[in-house]
């Protein structure tokens, strides 16, 4: 069967073709972060416009590179996300099912991320303990099954993935920054600071990232010259951050026995952030390659794969800004 999943909840349209004989067929990829850079942030509705410019096109070109005319499935972003640009592809997913008369499927984002690992030809068995660190999400998942899941822990204010954003925008490294900070992170000394490490022994799973932030922010007023100290600063950052996600995981994996780890979502793409989990981890880590962290159609159509017996009415659109993840059910029998 193949699957074609699109991808429009936030800045990045994303199409692609997965087959439940062979995996993943074909994908394609635009990103809007050149548009969005000028502004500091994501324009909710220029990413729309982009969205419905950029869609057929993508499709087009994805089926093409397939060699197909039509799918048997589409499966699409039904939420969390930005209510205009969900609208787009659920507007697109929802006609093409009527017009070639095929099952649509509404995926939730982040199911899409915590299946992305399985995209790989390592992929992980159930159950197991899911990392979700992105732009908008900062999720601690106990994953008993596909539709499962217990969240032990989310973050209190900011996402993990605008903690990097904010701070690379304070080194000036431009919008969004994280993998930009984690380059320069390279070449700094990452023991030149001991940045706040947030709820490092506060009980239960939950993270918080403002008060980091802002201590980074009283260090860059503070220094004489940023230049001469923007790597150890970006290195320091990146060790609080990591030091505190891999802590609070190998807690939350002890307390569930957890035999197996998954790492997704745009910060999972992080090298310093795999390094510490598979050296400090016992059991098994596993990730998407780097470019199925961050958001892409491919964690969709394989969602949608997966959910290939929860096919909704097609002349309805679902767009839900906000979606809680453990208001999700196993696929119907
Ligand atoms: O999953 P994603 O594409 O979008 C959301 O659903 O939010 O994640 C994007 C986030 C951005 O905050 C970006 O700065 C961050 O992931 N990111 C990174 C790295 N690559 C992307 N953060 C740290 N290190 C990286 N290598
Ligand atoms: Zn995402």
Redesign the pocket.
């Known amino acids: 069967m193949l699957i074609l999943g699109l991808e429009t ?4 349209t994303g199409v692609a073709l997965y087959d439940t004989e062979r995996g993943l067929v074909a994908d394609a990829l635009h990103s809007q972060v050149d548009l969005h850079a000028v502004y500091g942030g994501v324009v909710p509705e220029i990413a729309s416009r982009d969205h419905l410019r950029r869609l057929l096109p993508l499709i087009r070109q994805v089926l093409g590179d397939a060699g197909i005319d039509k799918p048997d499935v589409v499966a699409y972003t039904a939420g969390p ?1 930005l209510v205009g640009a969900l609208m787009v592809g659920g507007g697109m997913a929802t006609g093409l099912g009527l017009a070639w008369e095929c099952p649509v499927i509404p995926v939730h ?1 982040m199911e899409g ?1 915590l299946v992305a690992p399985m995209l790989e030809e390592k992929a992980p068995d159930y159950p197991f303990l899911a990392l979700l ?5 900062t999720l601690l998942v106990w994953v008993r099954a596909l539709g499962s899941y217990q969240v032990l822990g989310s973050t209190l204010d900011d ?7 904010k701070t ?1 925008k304070l080194l000036g490294l431009g ?9 320069l992170a390279e070449s700094g000394n990452d023991q030149a600071w001991q940045f706040p490490r947030p709820m490092f022994n506060r009980e239960g799973f939950d993270f918080s990232f403002s008060g980091l932030k802002t201590a980074v922010m009283l260090k860059v007023r503070e220094v004489q010259s940023l230049e001469d100290v923007r790597a150890d600063i970006a290195a320091s950052f ?1 060790r609080a ?1 990591v030091d505190t996600l891999v802590a609070r995981t190998l807690k939350a994996a002890k307390y569930k026995n957890a035999a197996r780890i998954i790492v ?10 795999r390094a510490a989990l598979n050296e400090q981890f016992s059991g098994e880590v596993f990730y998407p390659r ?1 470019e199925f ?4 159609g491919a964690m969709i159509a394989i969602a949608g794969a997966l959910r290939v017996t929860d096919a909704a009415n097609p002349a309805t659109i679902y767009a839900k800004a906000r979606w809680s993840l453990e208001s999700l059910q196993p696929p119907a029998a």
């Open positions: 909840s936030c800045d990045e996300g984002h991320h660190v992105s732009g908008g999400h996402a993990v993935g605008e903690a990097f954003d690379a919008y969004p920054g994280g993998a930009a900070l984690a380059r990146q951050v997704a979502g745009g910060v999972g793409a992080n090298e310093s952030l780097a962290c961050t958001d892409n």
